[in-house]
Each structure stands twice: as C-alpha cells, then as structure tokens.
C-alpha cells in the first residue's frame, strides 16, 4: 500500500498549504480555481464513460446502484457523519462537509485511484497512485483554500477506499479481467461526470447515492460479460 500511503501524505501536504493561504486567496480566484476543477473532472469523465462497450450493461448498473444508495440514504449518513466531524474539529462555517464530500468523491471515483489500486494489488510498482498523489496534492491547495480543513480529512475514507481495493485485488487477480475493468472504469466516468457539473454548480447532483453503481457494475460485468 506504498502508493496510497504516499496520496495520503500528498493531501495532507497540500490541504495543510491551502489552510494556510487561504485568507490570502481572493474569492474570485477560488471561483475559477473551481471552474477549471469541475470542467477537467466532466473532461475525464466522458474520456472514460465512452470506453464501454456494454451501453446497456452501463445503464442498469447505474439505475440499481443509484435506487440501493437513494433507498439505504448514504448521502444523509454521510452528512450526518461529516457534521460529527465538523463539530469534534470545530470548524467554522458551512463548507466542511462540502469539502469533505466533494474532496472524497474527486480523489476515490477517478479512474487512477481504482486501477492504480488495482495495479498495486497485482504487485506492480504504484506507479499510476505515484502520478495521482502529485495530481490529488496540487488539487488539495485548491480545495481547502476554499472549502477548509474538511478537505485534508478526506484522506481518511481515500485510505480505507484505495487500501480495501489493494488488498482485494492481491487476492482476486485472477478473476479480474480486462473487459471488467473496462465497465467499472466506465461507471466510474459517468459519476465524475455527474460530480464535475455539481462542482461548477450546473445541477446538484446525488453522487453519494449513486456510489454502490461500481459494487453493481463487477457483479454484472462478472455474470454477463
């Protein structure tokens, strides 16, 4: 788990500077920090929505995933979640769970954080999760600049995330083929989608309710393809 461990620091590294210069960001620059943030993220997001080549296999993976996330309420347990944390930290204002949510959701859906895993998984060196740590760092002053120290907490779920996925791959390599990854990382594409629109605040999409759409994806993908 080297390269999770190193996206891990890489965020705390790069909240922690945002923190710090965030009284000294003007508001404006935030905004279209923001803008490029969720044009980039809606880029990516169709780049690996077109992969499929089960459109079909696509749509219902995203219809049952997003009706089981809407019916077990995993947007609202989160909130509730990031509000016991926004009180135990004492964060001021109304942007920590924005930025825990919305940081959490950029750094575990993309596709390095799930292939990258994978990689590590099948005992190749972390080289994908090297590149995303630069990458999630960077984005990581951005965000916390505007949206505080929610953002550098996000570590937190991308280290269960990205380690869970590691370790399952260690022990289910052989059953994970390319035609498999090629679905998830195409269900993966269309939730960045829908994340990259809330972000530049187009509509508010319920992307945690539509998470369990990757758990869906490999058991389809698994029988049916």
């Known amino acids: 788990m ?17 923190i710090l210069i965030k009284s000294r960001l003007p508001e404006k620059m935030s ?19 077109i992969e499929t080549n089960n459109f079909l296999l696509i749509a219902f ?10 019916c077990i ?12 944390l926004k009180n135990r930290f004492k964060s001021p204002g109304d942007k920590f769970s924005e930025g825990f949510i919305m940081a959490t959701l950029i750094y575990c859906i993309g596709p390095m954080a799930i292939l990258g895993s994978i990689e590590e998984g099948l005992g190749n060196p972390p ?18 600049s505007a949206l505080g120290i929610g953002v550098m907490l996000s570590s937190i779920p991308l280290l ?6 590691t370790i399952f791959a260690s022990y289910v390599s052989s059953y994970l083929s390319d035609s498999l990854i090629i679905e998830l990382t195409s269900v993966g594409g269309i939730l960045l989608l829908a994340l990259g629109i809330k972000i530049i605040r187009v509509k508010d999409f319920k992307v945690v309710n539509m998470l369990p759409s990757l758990l869906v994806v490999l058991l389809l993908s698994y029988f049916f393809i």
Not at 2 to 18: E, K, Y
Not at 35 to 44: D, E, P
Not at 127 to 144: H, Q, R, Y
């Open 31 to 49: 905004d279209i920090i923001f803008q490029a943030i969720g044009l980039f993220t809606i880029v990516l997001g169709i780049s690996m929505a």
């Open 2 to 18: 080297i390269g999770t461990i190193a996206n891990v620091i890489a965020i705390i590294l790069g909240s922690t500077v945002g």
């Open 127 to 144: 080289n994908l999760l090297m590149a995303k740590s630069i990458l999630d760092g960077v984005a990581s002053i951005a965000l916390s």
């Open 73 to 84: 309420g995993i947007e609202n347990h989160l909130d509730k979640l990031t509000e016991k």
């Open 160 to 165: 269960l995330y990205q380690g869970s996925i």
């Open 61 to 70: 993976s995203l219809l049952i995933g997003s009706v089981i996330g809407e």
